[in-house]
Each structure stands twice: as C-alpha cells, then as structure tokens.
C-alpha cells in the first residue's frame, strides 16, 4: 500500500487539485439538481375569464405544487411553453346554466407525464365545479361555495399512481451525465503521470515494487478511491441537502456505488494506458478526448442507446459506459429487476482485462 499512500498523499498535497476535488463534485452536483428541478416542475398556463372560477382553480392547483401563470389573452395562453395551456371563455352563470357543458381548451407542446399528470388535476377540479353548480339554488349561492370551498383549509388532494418511477427519465439521464464526467476526469487526472514518466520517476518507484501488476492495481486504486468518494458525496448532496427523493435501497445505492467504482478502474486504466503512448501534455489531452467521446456517445450517456442505429448499438454493448448507464435505467425505472449483476459481471472483466493489458506495458514506456 506504500505506492497507494504515496500518490494520495501527493494528491492532498496540491491544494489546488484538493480544492478541485471538492469543488467538482458540488458544482456538477448544483447542475444535476437543476435539470432534476426543471425537468420535474410542473406548470401551467391558464386563461380563464370569469374571475371566479380563475381564483377558485388557481388555488387548488396551488396547493397542488403546480406553478400557475395568469394568461392575458388566449394567445397567450395557446402559445405557453408550459407544461399545458388552457383557455376557458364560459362565464361563472354558463357554468351554473350548463354545469355539463363546460368547455375547456388544452394545449401542450409535447405530451409528458408532467402534461398528463395536470390534465388529471384539472379534470377533478372541474368535477368538483360541476358538482357545485348542480348543488347550488341560484348563480350567487354558486359563487359562494366556490369561494367558501377555496378558501377551506382542506385541501383537494389529487395522486395519480403510475407503474414504476415517474421520474425514471429525468434521474437516469442525470447519472448518465454523471458517467460521462468521471470518465472524462479520471481519464484526465491519469496525465498527471506524465511528469513522473518524464522525469524517471515512474521508474524509481517500480523499482521498489514487487510487480506491475501490484504497480498499476494501487496507482488505479487511488483513482478508484478518489471517484467513488466524490459520487458519494454527490448522492449525499442531493439527498441531504437538495431534498431530491432518488427512492434508491441501501442495496441499490451499494450496487451504484460498486459500479462507478469499477468505471473509474477502467477509465484510470485507459489513460494511463494513453500515458504509455506519450510524453506530451498535449498529445495526452488529444488521447484522452478522442477516446473519452466515443465512450460518451456510444455509451448512452448523451443520448439513449436505444435511438442509433443497429450497428452502433451492438459496438455499445461492448463498452464499460453502456453497462453503467444499463444500471442506472434499472436502478431508477421503480421495477425490481436482477440484472444488473450481468452489467456489474461484465464492468469486472472489463478492469481484469484493462489490468491485464496495462502488465504487457513495457516497463520503459510506463
């Protein structure tokens, strides 16, 4: 563990690469949670004209956590880039008239469980309208229960129950973005032995060690180390202090955790592998992103695998980034599932054969 020790030690020294590893984590962390927010927010637009019944819905929806804008016009309304937009022309003695014949316009620029999760709100508060309408002696006792109603501490409560996690999509696209920036990292991280590989250092402590396999398994360990330390500390920042429900086991969270773990074995592996290949920052950096974007694109970490073509999906079924990201579609989908031991599988030959490639390095070249 003396190698191990050494190049952690070194790491902490550098405050600046310390800071930067504090600082990465938090701030990719605070660009998570944001997408995560925008992403599960609903909102609606609504033009309705009688002010009454404008209040009355406004207020349920409120307490319903739908953020609600007051449209002008219908234009306005029409052309929200909300969740949904509604246009209601009748007026408060329409209603009252033809409680039946409401008429209520939606318009939605993409169908999406947050669209489909308002249309649901809004269809029981207007049942509820409609039943007060029919319940009510006249247009002014109408209006009244409209407003005692509204302002009642009880609450319409609405939950529509769906199958699986409705935010499946949001948070497995997030960990997918997660994926692409630790490989980039670690990658990145490994051209600090650039220095060492110039300056002999790398020779000296190979020196002193029993093999390049206990060499690389300790040097890729301070990696592996460093990574799943700061995917903890991300999964603790939006749990703790972002509030944002993951609905992730104890179980689950070790298997993440094993998982990000192996993709920094490999992704460390990878560049000190590009390491062996050069002696140039830059030609480093050239390595590093040629490699790293494929992985990322390939992978289904910038957008599904499931949309390319069939070609490219049977090369991604042979890429560590594709199994994590098959991992986190099944940690987040809310349906219990038992194959991510074959992703977790393949992740661990994948490490056994990057370890057994980085052994045929030459030992001049390391």
Not at 203 to 225: H, M
Not at 289 to 309: D, E, K, N, Y
Not at 337 to 364: H, P, Y
Request: proline share 2%; with cysteine; charged share 15%.
């Amino acid at each position: 563990m003396r190698i191990f020790n050494f190049y952690l030690k070194r790491i902490f020294k550098r405050k600046l690469t310390f800071l930067l590893l504090i600082l990465l984590p938090v701030m990719f962390t605070g660009m998570v949670v944001q997408q995560y927010k925008e992403a599960t927010k609903v909102t609606l637009t609504m033009y309705i004209k009688d002010p009454v019944v404008k209040d009355y819905v406004s207020e349920f929806l409120k307490k319903q956590k739908v953020t609600v804008t007051e449209a002008k016009t219908r234009k306005e309304a029409m052309e929200s880039s909300d969740n949904l937009g509604i246009v209601m022309a009748q007026g408060l003695n329409d209603v009252y008239q033809k409680p039946d014949d409401i008429q209520i316009t939606q318009y939605a620029r993409e169908t999406n469980f947050n669209s489909k999760s308002l249309e649901v709100k809004l269809n029981s508060i207007f049942s509820t309208i409609q039943t007060l309408a029919k319940n009510s002696g006249d247009v002014n006792a109408f209006s009244d229960n409209m407003k005692d109603m509204k302002d009642s501490q009880a609450s319409l409560g609405i939950k529509q129950q769906i199958l699986g996690n409705p935010n499946a999509t949001v948070l497995t696209s997030t960990f997918n973005m997660i994926v692409f920036i630790m490989v980039f990292l670690t990658m990145t991280n490994t051209l600090l032995f650039l220095r060492d590989k110039v300056h002999t250092t790398t020779q000296r402590i190979l020196i002193s060690t029993k093999s390049k396999l206990n060499y690389y398994i300790q040097t890729v360990g301070v990696f592996a180390f460093i990574g799943i330390a700061q995917f903890a500390l991300m999964l603790l920042l939006m749990n703790a202090v972002f509030k944002i429900d993951l609905e992730l086991t104890s179980v689950k969270i070790l298997t993440l955790l094993l998982a990000y773990g192996l993709l920094n074995v490999i992704s460390a592996g990878l560049g000190l592998l590009l390491v062996s290949r050069t002696t140039k920052q830059s030609t480093g950096r050239l390595l590093v992103t040629v490699v790293s974007l494929p992985l990322a694109m390939l992978g289904g970490t910038l957008w599904p695998a499931s949309i390319m073509p069939d070609a490219m999906q049977k090369i991604a079924k042979v890429i560590p980034t594709y199994w994590v990201t098959e991992i986190n579609t099944q940690m987040f989908s809310g349906f219990s599932e038992n194959t991510q031991w074959i992703d977790l599988s393949c992740l661990l030959a994948g490490a056994c054969i990057i370890f057994f490639l980085l052994t045929r390095v030459k030992s001049g070249e390391i």
